[in-house]
C-alpha cells in the first residue's frame, strides 16, 4: 500500500510526504533542514510518527516565498 499525500488541510497536522510534495523537495532534504534549524520540528504523534500543525508549514511557506501574496 502506498501512502497518497493530500493536498494541506484548512487546519489540523500533516506527515512529512504531504510537506515534501508542498514544498517541491526530497524525503531526505525535509529532515535536514530542521537538523539545520531551516524546518519546523514537528511533533512525535507516536514513538515513529511525526506530524507539523499545518500553521506551521503554512508559515514556512510564506516565509520561503518572500512574504509576497500572490
Known amino acids: 500500500m502506498t501512502y497518497t499525500p493530500a493536498p494541506l488541510p484548512a487546519e489540523g497536522f500533516v ?4 510537506i515534501i510534495a508542498v514544498l517541491g ?4 532534504t525535509f529532515p535536514n ?7 519546523p520540528k ?3 504523534l507516536t ?3 511525526r506530524v507539523w500543525p ?5 508559515a514556512l511557506l510564506e516565509s ?3 512574504g509576497a501574496n500572490g
Open 47 to 49: 514513538s515513529r510518527c
Open 54 to 58: 499545518v500553521t506551521d508549514i503554512r
Open 25 to 28: 523537495i526530497s524525503r531526505n
Open 64 to 66: 520561503l516565498s518572500g
Open 33 to 39: 533542514g530542521v537538523k539545520a534549524g531551516k524546518y
Open 15 to 18: 506527515r512529512l510526504p504531504s
Open 42 to 44: 514537528g511533533t512525535l
